[in-house]
């Protein structure tokens, strides 16, 4: 289990990540699959024909139901969903610090109520990789605080602390999970997330720490949160000298195209988010050419696809046309052919990024796309 820089140019990094369920060709986007599927229709094997890599699944929503215990029994969230490839669980910490009204941070961990049936939950570091264990999952995230954004420089530090001792203790306990027979996937990686909200100095000084622990990977969180996208890549930026060379970088919840074409020109090495999925369900659609709206009326008669020259499967024998009227007719088929059109367009991004980099053009591929890419047509 490694991860390996194939090439640089600039702060981009090409790379392959070795897991135990597989090697992932960076950088790479994580198709998010909450609750183990895919919103709008998609399930793994469909994943499996739009270039896929990697699953994204959360903690607290799987917990929540059916059940991690339950999942275990089954076999694990590879076996229970049907993919193959890794699978990274989000620690649960994004979700239950959004539930702002309903839960009570101490050291321990946090109270809080279900969001479905309003039953009262405790989470900490170590429910958090007792949980994401049971569903042996190939990456674990540490649980984490997610601060609010605006936050204060002292809450933001007295945060950031905590957040560091919640890691020390997520460490300890996947050892000691990794160590028992009954463990499902005993080569369980982690990954720690550096936290410090819009401030440099604590992000800085909180990356420092996280990674003298030697994790299997080091996220950035709590960005894409609100706060301007220039803050972002200030952040991305200060905090890159200080994350190991030698370790994979995630930062959590981000897209737009152009917000992965400037991380990765930052350094960062896979992503995840909701907005392919997401948008598509409402007819937002993702083109090398911007971003098309499928409900406009000039789509009525227009028999070409989404994208003159798309592989995907959508594309290879659907029109916009036929896509509109779906919409107005309210059918499901609507979302999950334009989910499968934004994922393969996301995953194959990936692969144009990596190919540009392979062969050290990246810096005019992102200068031609970086703007292009987030217009809407």
Not at 115 to 134: K, L, T, W, Y
Not at 233 to 255: F, Q, T
């Amino acid at each position: 289990m490694s991860f390996k820089v194939i090439k640089y140019e600039g702060k981009a990094r090409r790379g392959e990540f070795t897991t135990p369920h597989g090697v992932v060709q960076t950088p790479a986007f994580q198709n998010v699959a909450t609750c183990g599927a895919i919103k709008g229709g998609l399930d793994a094997y469909d994943l499996e024909n739009i270039r896929a890599q990697v699953q994204l699944c959360n903690t607290y929503h799987l917990h929540v139901r059916p059940g991690d215990k339950l999942i275990k029994e089954l076999g694990g969230i590879r076996k229970f969903t049907g993919w193959d490839g890794p699978v990274l669980t989000d620690s649960g910490g994004f979700q239950v610090f959004s539930l702002a009204g309903l839960r009570k941070i101490k050291e321990e961990g946090v109270t809080f109520s279900s969001h479905v049936d309003g039953r009262r939950i405790f989470m900490g570091p170590e429910e958090s990789m007792q949980i994401q264990s049971n569903l042996a999952s190939t990456i674990a995230m540490a649980f984490d605080e997610c601060v609010a954004n605006p936050a204060t420089h002292k809450y933001s530090k007295d945060s950031c602390d905590r957040t560091y001792r919640w890691l020390v203790r997520c460490k300890e306990e996947m050892e000691r999970l990794n160590s028992l027979h009954d463990t499902l996937n005993k080569k369980q990686m982690l990954f720690g997330i550096n936290q410090g909200c819009v401030y440099d100095d604590l992000r800085i000084e909180h990356m420092q720490r996280i990674a003298e622990l030697d994790l299997d990977g080091y996220a950035i969180g709590g960005l894409a949160v609100g706060e301007p996208k220039e803050d972002m890549y200030r952040i991305i930026s200060a905090v890159e000298p200080y994350a190991p060379k030698d370790k994979i970088r995630y930062l959590m919840g981000v897209g737009t195209p152009g917000n992965i074409l400037e991380a990765v020109s930052r350094g960062v090495d896979l992503f995840d988010c909701v907005m392919p999925s997401r948008n598509a369900r409402h007819g937002h659609l993702f083109t090398m050419n911007g971003i098309i709206n499928i409900n406009n009326a000039k789509y009525e008669k227009d028999d070409t696809p989404i994208e003159e020259g798309c592989q995907c499967p959508t594309c290879q024998k659907h029109s916009k046309a036929y896509i509109r009227h779906l919409f107005k007719a309210k059918e499901m088929l609507a979302m999950r052919l334009c989910v499968t059109h934004n994922l393969w367009f996301y995953n194959t991004l990936m692969e144009k990024i990596r190919e540009n980099l392979d062969n050290g053009t990246f810096d005019e591929f992102k200068n031609k796309y970086v703007d292009l890419l987030d217009t809407r047509i």
